[in-house]
Each structure stands twice: as structure tokens, then as C-alpha cells.
């Protein structure tokens, strides 16, 4: 009997802890959040009567906040700045939502993120620089928002990127040279922005890149031949800019299987030493 005495306790210790949850500074920027995107109008609502790990899209381990998966779930309203005091947060999936305003500077404070994504929403201003900042940073998707303004040099020191996917938004300035130092980058998209300048002929030192896509902008000049250095590629989409010419030996990467170049202002069409000069 004594020894059932000093065993239940301590069972009884071991399953509270089992069961233990976030602290309660974690929970309340959960609340932040639900109160500043409408949480009584989400498809999906939490009930924040219960326990954390009860709401949807909530994913906790070891106590913390891992990732918040709200998708498709009806969020209107604004990103709360005190999202950062989710340390350990790696994933934040906001797609497909109506979340208007600007990208918290603060959100740079989350060094544990691997993946943002914020794609078809109504976010707008520009990325902010402290997004170089996540060092641990994988993927970084905004397509089909609003965002405008320059893409920020800071995101040369994502090391660890793969996917930068920020198409059909409407962003201006230049493909900074920072991005031809992410050596494990996968995807580079800014299909259908503002863009202008040159592409620098560093890309073809993206040797990771299995789709490039450039097109529905106003970049100029010629269209690097260091672009057959991606022996990965098998998308390549540079339609619609303002190039001055392109040579055909770009479209046979042998890893190629879908590819749009032409544009209205290409002087000529360049395949080895043949010239195709167009009307």
C-alpha cells in the first residue's frame, strides 16, 4: 500500500505533463490573431473555451506553437505584429484568405520559420527587409497579392531558400544580385509584376533552379546565355518583357519541358550563328 501511495503521485505528475499545453503568452497571441482577422467569421472557428490543441490548424509540440496551417479559412482583417513571440513557429500557411495590410516587420524575430506562405490574399507594401533575417527560411510564397515596392537585397542571406514565389503581384525595381547567391534556390518566380533591368548573368550559378519564371514585365536588354548552365531546368517562362534578343540555345537544356520566350520588342532570335531577325 505504501508503495501505491508513492507511485500514484508521481503517475499522476508524469500525466500532467503528458497533457501540459503552451504558455499562456503563446495562447494569447493566437487570440491576437483570431480577434485581428475576424475569428467569429472564419469557415473554421476556434473555441477558445478549449485547450490550444484542440483548434484547427494548430499544431503544438513540446509545449510551442510549430505551426498554424489557417488556409482556406475566411481571415480577413490584418497580420498582428505580436506574431513573433511565436519563437518556435516554423510553418505559417495563410493561403488563400482575405488578409489585407502589410507583412509585420516583426516577423523577421522568427528565426525558427522554414516555411511562409501567404499566397492569394490581399497583402500589401513591400517585403520587408528583416525577412533576411530567417536564416532557417525554406519557402517564401506571396503570389497574387498586392505587395509592391522592391524586392530587398536582405533576401541574399537566405541560404537555406528554395522556393521565392511572389508572381502576379506588383512589385517594381530590378532582380537584386543578392538573389544569384542562393545556391539552393528551386523556384525563382516573379511572373506578371512591374520589373525592369537586366537579368544578371549570375543566374546561370543557380544550378538548383528547376523553374525560372520571369515573363509579364518589363525587363530589357539581352537574355543571358549563362541560362544553359541550369541543367535543372524544366520551366523557363521570359515572355513579355523587352528584350532585345534571345538565343535558341536556351530552349535545349535537355531537363526543359515547357518554355515561353517570344515578346513583342525581340530585335532577333539567335540559334548559334544564325540570326532569325524579326519584322
Not at 145 to 159: A, F, M, Q, V, Y
Request: glycine share 6%; net charge negative; with cysteine.
Amino acid at each position: 500500500m505504501k508503495t501505491l501511495k508513492l507511485i500514484l503521485p508521481l503517475f499522476l505528475a508524469c500525466s500532467t505533463l503528458s497533457f501540459s499545453t503552451i504558455s499562456e503568452s503563446q495562447k494569447d497571441v493566437l487570440i491576437s490573431l483570431y480577434n485581428s482577422t475576424n475569428g467569429e467569421n472564419w469557415n473554421q472557428k476556434w473555441n477558445l473555451e478549449q485547450s490550444p490543441e484542440n483548434w484547427h490548424g494548430v499544431t503544438i509540440i513540446d509545449n510551442n506553437v510549430v505551426e498554424l496551417n489557417l488556409s482556406s479559412n475566411n481571415l480577413t482583417g490584418k497580420l498582428p505584429n505580436d506574431l513573433s513571440k511565436l519563437s518556435s513557429l516554423k510553418v505559417l500557411n495563410l493561403s488563400i484568405n482575405k488578409i489585407s495590410g502589410e507583412i509585420p516587420k516583426s516577423i523577421g524575430n522568427i528565426s525558427s520559420l522554414e516555411n511562409i506562405i501567404l499566397f492569394m490574399n490581399r497583402l500589401e507594401g513591400a517585403i520587408p527587409s528583416e525577412i533576411g533575417q530567417l536564416e532557417n527560411l525554406i519557402e517564401l510564397t506571396l503570389f497574387n497579392n498586392r505587395i509592391n515596392g522592391e524586392i530587398p537585397s536582405t533576401i541574399g542571406k537566405l541560404k537555406n531558400l528554395k522556393t521565392l514565389h511572389l508572381s502576379s503581384n506588383s512589385i517594381n525595381g530590378s532582380i537584386p544580385s543578392e538573389i544569384t547567391l542562393l545556391s539552393q534556390l528551386e523556384i525563382l518566380s516573379v511572373f506578371d509584376n512591374q520589373m525592369i533591368g537586366e537579368i544578371p548573368v549570375e543566374i546561370g550559378n543557380l544550378t538548383q533552379l528547376t523553374e525560372l519564371s520571369l515573363g509579364n514585365n518589363s525587363f530589357e536588354g539581352i537574355v543571358p546565355i549563362e541560362i544553359t548552365n541550369l541543367n535543372n531546368l524544366s520551366i523557363l517562362l521570359i515572355n513579355n518583357n523587352k528584350f532585345e534578343d534571345v538565343d535558341l540555345r536556351i530552349t535545349q537544356i535537355p531537363s526543359l519541358i515547357h518554355y515561353e520566350i517570344l515578346s513583342p520588342k525581340i530585335k532577333t532570335l539567335k540559334n548559334n550563328q544564325n540570326a532569325i531577325v524579326l519584322e
